[in-house]
C-alpha cells in the first residue's frame, strides 16, 4: 500500500513539475464524431476525459499493434494509469504532459533551438446526482500560461485553466459556472493558431469566467456563455465582459457546420492598453469527405473598436486538411490569415503526429508565418517537435 | 523525463515574466513591445525596436535582462518624452510614449510557493490519491 502511494505520489509530483496539454481532437469527425460531450466532461470538447472517451482513444486514435479479434477490448491501457488506481464512478481524473522543442528563424533574431514546456496539468471532475466539479491544476515556469495562472513567485506559476460547478438540468442542458474555454469556432489543439489568438478563444489559457449553457439534442448543439471576464486578472479594468456562444448543426454523421459569435468589452485592454470593444462572428465546418480525411475550415469577421471611436474591420480565418494514413499516424496541412488595420498576416502549418503508443503520441510542426507589421511583412520560420503523454 | 525541461530556456511567452522578476514590476502588457498580433515578428513599438537594438533576441531570457540593463545604463528614452524606459516601467507609465499612467495587468495571487514549493500542490493531490488509495483498499 505504502509502496503504491508513494509510486502515486512521486508520478503526480512530476507531472506537476511539467507542463501539459489538452487534448481536442476535431479531427474525430472522420470517425463519426459530431459532438465531443460523449468523450469530453467539457461538451464542447478538450481536457479531460471520460472513461467511454479513454476507451475510444485506444479504439481508434492509437496504432494497434496487437491482433484485434471480434472480442477485443481496450483494457487497462485505457484506464486512468493504466489501471494502477481504481476510480470511483463519480470521479473521473487525468493527467497530461506535453512537451518538446522547437527552432525558429526570424529576420530580427539569430536562429535558436529552445525547449518548450506546454503543460502539465493533473484534472478531476466529481459528480454528486446532477451536480459536477471540475478543476484542473497544474505547475509551469513563471511567465508561461500566465492568464490562467492562480498563484505566482519568481520561480513557478500555480495555474488552473478550469474549474467549474455544472448542472445537468436535463439530458441535453448543462449549466455551468466558473472558469472555462469559450464556446467559439473548432476547438482545435494548435492554440496559436490567428483563429484561436485573434479571437482569444483558445484551450490554452484564454479561458474566461462565466455562466456558460450547453444543449444538445439530435443533431442541433449550441452554448452560450455570459463572460464576467478573467478573474484571475488583475486590477478588474482588464477583464473582458459580454457574451460568446455558437450553434452547429450535423448535417450527417461527418458533416457538421456551425456559426460562432463573441462580442467583449474591456475598460483597459490587455494589448491596446484602451478601452476597448471586441467582436467576432464567423462560421466553422468539420467534414470528412472521404474516409481518412478531415476538412476543419473556420473564417471569422473582426470588429474592433477603442475609446468610442468608429469600429474597424479585420477577419481571421483557419482551414487544415488532417489525413490518416493509417489508424494512429496523422499528416496535415493548414492554412491561416489575420487581417488586421495594420495589414495582412499569411501562415501554413505542415504537421505530422503519431499516436504509437497507449496515451502517447509524437507530433512534428512546420509553421511558416508572413506576419504583418506597420513596415510591412516580416517572415517567421519555425520548427516544433512535442512528446504528449497522458493518463 | 521530460520535467527537466522546465527549468530551461523559454520561448519569448516567459518575457513578461522576466521584466517583472528583473524590474520587481507587475509583468507589463504585450503591447509595450508588440505591435499586431502578439507573434514573432511583431516587435516593432519604439521601445521593442530599442530592446532588439540593444541585442534582444527571441526565446533568450539572458538577452533579454542583457537588453533591459543596456537600456538601463545608456538611459533609453525610446518615446523622447525626458523619462527613460525603463524609469517608466518602474513608474507604471507606457515607455511608448501614450503618457497615460496604467497599473500593469497582473494574473493571479502574489504568493510564495518556496517553503512548500510546488511540492505544496503535488502533497495536496498526493493526499487526495491517498483518500482514493484508501477508500478502495
Known amino acids: 500500500m505504502l509502496k503504491r502511494l508513494t509510486a502515486l505520489a512521486v508520478m503526480l509530483l512530476g507531472l506537476l513539475l511539467t507542463p501539459s496539454d489538452a487534448q481536442a481532437y476535431a479531427w474525430s469527425v472522420n470517425h463519426g464524431y459530431t459532438t465531443c460531450a460523449s468523450c469530453h466532461a467539457d461538451p464542447s470538447g478538450g481536457g479531460l476525459v471520460t472513461e467511454y472517451g479513454r476507451a475510444q482513444g485506444e479504439i481508434f486514435i492509437r496504432t494497434p499493434w496487437e491482433e484485434r479479434g471480434s472480442e477485443w477490448e481496450p483494457g487497462k491501457a485505457a484506464d486512468f494509469a493504466f489501471g494502477a488506481v481504481d476510480l470511483p464512478e463519480w470521479l473521473i481524473t487525468g493527467a497530461t504532459i506535453r512537451g518538446g522543442a522547437a527552432r525558429l528563424d526570424t529576420p530580427s533574431t539569430d536562429p535558436s533551438v529552445f525547449p518548450i514546456v506546454m503543460q502539465a496539468d493533473l484534472r478531476a471532475q466529481v459528480t454528486v446526482g446532477k451536480v459536477r466539479a471540475y478543476g484542473s491544476l497544474g505547475a509551469l515556469p513563471t511567465g508561461s500560461a500566465e492568464e490562467a495562472r492562480v498563484l505566482r513567485n519568481d520561480t513557478v506559476n500555480l495555474y488552473s485553466r478550469e474549474h467549474w460547478l455544472g448542472v445537468d438540468v436535463t439530458g441535453d442542458l448543462v449549466v455551468r459556472a466558473g472558469r472555462m474555454a469559450l464556446p467559439y469556432g473548432n476547438r482545435i489543439l494548435e492554440h496559436n493558431a490567428w483563429a484561436r489568438t485573434s479571437t482569444r478563444t483558445d484551450i490554452n489559457a484564454d479561458q474566461q469566467d462565466g455562466i456558460n449553457a450547453h444543449y444538445g439534442k439530435g443533431d442541433w448543439r449550441a452554448e452560450v456563455m455570459g463572460i464576467a471576464g478573467n478573474l484571475q486578472l488583475s486590477p478588474a479594468g482588464y477583464r473582458e465582459r459580454g457574451y460568446s456562444g455558437l450553434v452547429e448543426y450535423s448535417i450527417g454523421p461527418k458533416l457538421v457546420v456551425g456559426a460562432s459569435s463573441l462580442l467583449t468589452v474591456a475598460e483597459l485592454d490587455i494589448q491596446t492598453l484602451d478601452q476597448r470593444t471586441r467582436q467576432a462572428h464567423g462560421l466553422q465546418v468539420r467534414s470528412s469527405p472521404v474516409h481518412g480525411l478531415a476538412i476543419l475550415g473556420e473564417g471569422h469577421l473582426l470588429v474592433d473598436s477603442s475609446n468610442g471611436s468608429a469600429p474597424s474591420l479585420g477577419s481571421t480565418g483557419w482551414i487544415q486538411a488532417d489525413y490518416e494514413i493509417f489508424q494512429g499516424l496523422h499528416v496535415a496541412a493548414a492554412g491561416e490569415w489575420l487581417q488586421q488595420e495594420v495589414g495582412t498576416s499569411l501562415g501554413g502549418w505542415g504537421s505530422a503526429t503519431w499516436f504509437f503508443a497507449p496515451k502517447t503520441d509524437l507530433r512534428v510542426d512546420y509553421i511558416h508565418r508572413q506576419n504583418a507589421t506597420s513596415s510591412g511583412r516580416t517572415p517567421s520560420h519555425m520548427v516544433l517537435g512535442q512528446l504528449h503523454f497522458s493518463l | ?137
Not at chain 2, 524590474?23 to 514573432?40: E, I, K, N, Q, R
Request: net charge negative; aromatic share 4%.
Open chain 2, 1 to 137: 523525463m521530460l520535467w527537466i525541461l522546465s527549468g530551461a530556456a523559454l520561448a519569448s511567452g516567459s518575457y513578461p515574466g522576466v521584466v517583472a522578476q528583473e524590474l520587481t514590476v507587475d509583468s507589463p502588457s504585450c503591447a509595450v513591445c508588440h505591435d499586431g498580433a502578439t507573434t514573432f515578428g511583431t516587435v516593432t513599438t519604439p521601445f521593442g525596436a530599442s530592446l532588439l537594438d540593444a541585442g534582444l533576441e527571441a526565446s533568450n531570457e539572458d538577452s533579454l535582462i542583457a537588453a533591459l540593463a543596456t537600456l538601463e545604463s545608456e538611459g533609453t528614452d525610446s518615446d523622447g518624452d525626458g523619462v527613460g524606459d525603463i524609469d517608466e516601467l518602474l513608474d507604471g507609465t507606457d515607455p511608448n510614449g501614450t503618457g497615460s499612467e496604467v497599473e500593469a495587468p497582473a494574473y493571479g495571487c502574489v504568493g510564495s510557493t518556496r517553503p512548500g514549493g510546488p511540492l505544496a500542490g503535488a502533497t495536496l493531490l498526493a493526499m487526495l490519491a491517498g483518500v482514493l488509495l484508501r477508500r478502495r483498499g
